[in-house]
């Protein structure tokens, strides 16, 4: 494995991943920084958690040269969350380097962004949105950009934020470097990339020694008791913090009052929320204020906080893509993590198509409180040994007529 010193990096740089106590590069890292730094168009996937950012951050700040006042390097991303955390890491990077970063997201005023345009800006982090407005406003021109990153472009290329993605790619030049990185990246990804990219090298990065450590199995449910069975899982005993994921933003804001009223400490991450009461909330969880966050998919992709043990899919996610991201807000840093899914008799084909999707058939547990749900000491074994005592010793529920959650188990899964 070879070391960052290996690189040919600016000075800056080298003395900006020292202070990070960052050494060696992860695997994602290690096969597109020299693609990145030989100029060269990249499609990359490698799982949550794996370092993405760092192995596009470091090329950008080799390639923008700080004595041109123009902005020559731009991150899209698809939440505001994931926008702070990459410039975060950029804004470290930089110190020393000359070089100038700028937030452009919304759900704040326009005035500090457009002062920051105005001051020089050579590298943006934005969501389309925000950026798109910035450029209509004449705040930000991208004639002179060297590199285009989409980060989780998967989200980033499809229907809800394409339109925005394209138009903002229209206002760049065409010899510019693009490279698109994500957890998923579907066939779809690498069609409408062709549009955009020269000859890209793609890169997926599998690496054992990197995959994370998360526990995965379902729970076969009755939808009435759902709200019940999350109680009970959220009194077991835990050395983390859980974040649960719910469908709607209705749905989630109403599920987080109910769990506050049952002596919860919940905070509530949803995207109808201002940027004040959505930092507020991600404050108190990072913090350790609330052990709870209940939070739509706004908190599948760039939401980094180490201390999560346990992702809890309260509502089953619309895609295997959303899964993926979902219970990759566990398990970070080489951390063990649990994620259990609650699946209901009218889930059941949304879930089966999941699966077929992942290429997986995740263990069943009974819920607790069940007839043969975990009680006593059985609920401190681990989850996929519960699983497997329960293939042994019960019969699977019925609904309908059909066998409910007859899979194999006993596996612990190599997750997303």
């Not at 690189?7 to 590069?25: F, G, N, V, W």
């Not at 002596?263 to 109808?272: A, I, K, M, R, Y």
Request: aromatic share 4%; with cysteine.
């Amino acid at each position: 494995m070879p070391k960052f010193y290996d690189y040919a990096l600016r000075e800056s740089s080298q003395k900006a991943l020292e202070r990070m106590d960052i050494h060696t590069p992860t695997p994602i890292q290690a096969q597109s920084i020299p693609v990145l730094l030989e100029k060269r168009d990249i499609i990359a996937q490698a799982q949550t958690g794996s370092g993405k950012t760092l192995a596009f951050a470091l090329p950008i700040m080799e390639h923008c040269d700080p004595a041109r006042h123009e902005v020559q390097a731009i991150i899209l991303t698809p939440t505001r969350e994931l926008a702070r955390q990459v410039g975060s890491v950029l804004s470290d990077l930089s110190k020393g380097s000359g070089l100038r970063v700028t937030l452009l997201y919304g759900g704040v005023s326009y005035g500090p962004q457009e002062t920051a345009l105005r001051r020089g800006s050579h590298v943006v982090v934005g969501t389309p949105g925000r950026v798109l407005d910035h450029m209509r406003r004449r705040n930000l021109r991208l004639e002179q950009l060297r590199m285009l990153i989409l980060d989780e472009a998967d989200e980033m290329l499809d229907r809800g934020f394409a339109p925005d993605v394209e138009r903002i790619i229209s206002g760049t030049p065409k010899d510019r470097l693009t490279a698109l990185f994500s957890a998923t990246t579907p066939d779809w990804v690498h069609k409408i990339a062709s549009k955009h990219q020269i000859d890209p090298e793609i890169i997926s990065s599998k690496n054992e020694e990197s995959e994370l450590d998360i526990e995965q199995v379902v729970m076969d449910v009755f939808r009435q008791d759902k709200f019940q069975v999350l109680i009970k899982l959220l009194k077991q005993p835990l050395d983390g913090t859980t974040l649960v994921f719910g469908r709607t933003k209705h749905g989630v804001r109403n599920l987080g009052r109910k769990l506050n009223n049952q002596g919860f400490q919940v905070s509530v991450l949803e995207g109808n929320l201002g940027q004040n009461q959505r930092d507020r909330a991600l404050g108190r969880f990072r913090e350790g204020k609330s052990d709870v966050l209940v939070a739509t998919n706004v908190a599948a992709r760039g939401l980094d906080v180490l201390h999560i043990a346990r992702v809890i899919n309260f509502d089953v996610p619309d895609t295997a893509e959303l899964m993926t991201h979902r219970i990759g807000r566990t398990g970070r840093m080489g951390r063990a993590g649990q994620a259990i899914t609650l699946v209901t008799a009218t889930d059941l084909s949304k879930w089966h198509e999941i699966e077929r999707k992942l290429g997986v058939k995740l263990p069943r547990i009974p819920a607790p409180g069940s007839e043969n749900g975990a009680n006593g000491a059985d609920r401190h074994q681990p989850l996929h040994k519960q699983a497997q005592a329960n293939t042994q010793n019960s019969k699977p529920k019925k609904f309908g007529g059909s066998r409910f959650g007859r899979r194999r188990s006993g596996r612990r899964l190599a997750r997303a």
